[in-house]
């Protein structure tokens, strides 16, 4: 079945430093999105990105959809104490509401 | 709106005990699906529906049930708990055509 892989598991930075996230699919993905989740609480929807190679940005986060559509990042450039939880990448093979999670990539930043 | 609301917050079951989580939504949401969370596993797709009347397996079914009567109401079934359901579960909801999942805030379930 498809499946999603995300590293690293975790990750600890500096306050300032930057921080990316991996996400690998064992199949080709109609659209992948990405979630966060702060402590204690749940999953929030970041972004979703559908084309091959497309690029966004959200402030000081940038998110990369892989030319063969099968793997993305996210990259958070200076981060701060706010940025601390958990992220999550998602894939869709279908337009169905089934989401495939990966592991996730849990951020700390000491101040 | 309220959004996406799982019930209860906190739950803890003996080994062989059945319950019920409930979902439920008042978006008019079409897909509803229900994870697991654990440490180092990510979330996990127990069940999803697309809508009333329809369910499907995800990637960890085995020991859940599953209904979707109505649009709004997601019920997850543990017929006899184990101490491997011992979890932090999700509901989410999707529009269809949308791209958004919306979560609720989750259930602790302990199983001893």
């Known amino acids: 079945g498809q499946q999603v892989m995300q590293i690293p598991q975790y990750q600890h930075v500096q306050e300032g430093e930057d921080f990316t996230t991996y996400c690998n699919s064992s199949?080709?993905?109609?659209?992948i999105q990405w979630y966060k989740q702060r402590p204690g609480g749940h999953p929030v929807f970041l972004i979703q990105?559908?084309?091959?190679?497309e690029v966004k940005k959200q402030k000081r986060l940038t998110f990369q959809f892989g030319e063969a559509k099968k793997n993305s990042s996210l990259h958070i450039t200076a981060t701060q104490t706010t940025d601390v939880g958990t992220y999550f990448c998602?894939?869709?093979?279908?337009?169905?509401?089934?989401?495939?999670f990966g592991q996730g990539t849990t951020l700390q930043v000491k101040p | 709106n309220a959004g996406v609301t799982q019930t209860p917050k906190f739950q803890v079951l003996k080994t062989g005990q059945s319950m019920t989580l409930q979902c439920a939504q008042d978006?008019?949401?079409?897909?509803m699906s229900w994870y697991r969370q654990d440490p180092g596993m990510g979330l996990r797709l127990i069940h999803y529906?697309?809508?009333?009347?329809?369910?499907d397996q995800g990637e960890v079914p085995n020991g859940y049930n599953v209904s979707r009567s109505t649009t709004e109401d997601f019920p997850l079934r543990l017929l006899s708990a184990a101490p491997s359901q011992t979890s932090v579960y999700f509901c989410?909801?999707?529009?269809?055509?949308?791209?958004?999942?919306?979560f609720g805030q989750g259930t602790r379930l302990t199983v001893v």
């Open positions: 998602a894939g869709k093979t279908s337009n169905t509401g089934k989401l495939i």
């Open positions: 199949t080709t993905l109609s659209n």
């Open positions: 990105l559908v084309k091959s190679g």
């Open positions: 978006m008019n949401h079409e897909y």
């Open positions: 529906s697309v809508g009333a009347g329809i369910t």
């Open positions: 989410a909801s999707v529009q269809q055509g949308a791209t958004e999942a919306f």
